[in-house]
């Protein structure tokens, strides 16, 4: 069966350091991924999107980044962490149905 | 652009009754519908999917229901238990070489015992 890791879980970090948080998927090959955000009393926002090693789409302006070094992972980055950047980030791939699994997801707070 | 509503944004019933959450999109060229739970501070839950050909699915106690032409979808869940204490959120999408997906805020839902 299909899983998807996340990690830290947990981050707390100041303003102006950088980020690195990581996504894993184990079961499926050439999965779809996705990073969202999710802000309190407002819906997930798609970040990034990736269909493949080295292709990555972006939704939204903003100041992260996102690389797919290997095909079951999916880097999300920062290199100065903003106030705005804290949420809750989530991971998620789709199947072959276009059914969208996710990951435990990473909370971060930029003080 | 696709927009989702969900009402009501928060539910408190007694255990053991049977409620209905209600999603409603914008625009009704959909791939498909997704009911999701999340318990708080974690991730989403994969619940129901509803390719756009279909009309319902069920898995237990839960059924979703979807009718595209009207841009409205149902979760339907029977016999509730605190168990069932989440945030339910609906998620459309449409097929463009990706999944683009547009999720609603989600009804709080709290099951009494």
């Known amino acids: 069966s299909q899983t998807i890791h996340q990690w830290p879980a947990t981050l707390v970090q100041p303003v102006g350091s950088p980020l690195s948080l990581e996504c894993t998927v184990e079961g499926t090959s050439n999965p779809n991924l996705y990073w969202y955000r999710q802000a309190a009393g407002r819906g997930l926002q798609l970040l990034f999107y990736s269909v493949g090693i080295g292709q990555i789409s972006s939704e939204v302006p903003q100041n992260l980044s996102a690389s797919r070094p290997q095909d079951r992972q999916f880097i999300l980055s920062s290199k100065k962490l903003l106030l705005s950047d804290s949420g809750f980030y989530l991971c998620a791939w789709t199947s072959g149905r276009y059914e969208q699994y996710f990951g435990p997801g990473t909370r971060l707070t930029v003080t | 652009k696709q927009e989702v509503t969900q009402i009501p944004a928060a539910l408190s019933v007694p255990e053991g009754e049977n409620l209905v959450l209600n999603c409603s999109f914008t625009d009704s060229a959909i791939y498909n519908l997704q009911w999701f739970r999340q318990d708080p501070g974690k991730g989403l839950t994969s619940l129901l999917l509803?390719?756009?050909?279909?009309r319902e699915q069920t898995s237990g106690r839960l059924n979703a229901s979807l009718d595209k032409s009207s841009g409205r979808s149902t979760l339907y869940i029977a016999a509730s238990q605190p168990g069932d204490s989440a945030t339910y959120l609906c998620a459309v999408s449409i097929s463009g070489g990706y999944q683009k997906v547009t999720f609603g805020i989600g009804t709080k839902l709290q099951v009494i015992p």
């Open positions: 509803i390719q756009s050909s279909q």
